[in-house]
Nanobody, 113 residues
Framework: QVQLVESGGGLVQPGGSLRLSCVGTTDIFSTYGRGWYRQAPGKKRELVAF??????NYGDSLEGRFTISTDNAKNAVYLQMNRLKPEDTAIYYC????????WGQGTQVTVSS
């Protein structure tokens, strides 16, 4: 069984940057598709970025500001978020395709002046 532990959320001003980290508790994490979703208040959970093998997919209008990366030696997946906007405010969840879908506990990102 794999558990996902996220970190890196917080409060940032518009235009700022944050880097989210997600570490899987076992090595098998690195053998599955991994990514990030987010859920804003009153909205459905939506794709932010997802990577499997050498491919990466991004949610609408996020590529160019957000970048997903992995470090298999650390069983980690990262999300670099630049030029953040207030509408990026949400809980960000790490996701892995292991076991039909495994989720982290979520980390709050708030973009506000």
């Amino acid at each position: 069984q794999v558990q996902l532990v996220e970190s890196g959320g917080g409060l940032v001003q518009p235009g700022g940057s944050l880097r989210l980290s997600c570490v899987g508790t076992t090595d098998i994490f690195s053998t599955y598709g991994r990514g990030w979703y987010r859920q804003a208040p009153g909205k459905k959970r939506e794709l932010v970025a997802f990577t499997a093998g050498s491919t990466a997919n991004y949610g609408d209008s996020l590529e160019g500001r957000f970048t997903i990366s992995t470090d298999n030696a650390k069983n980690a997946v990262y999300l670099q978020m630049n030029r953040l906007k207030p509408e990026d405010t949400a809980i960000y969840y790490c996701y892995c395709t292991y076991g039909g879908g495994t989720w982290g506990q979520g980390t709050q990102v708030t973009v506000s002046s």
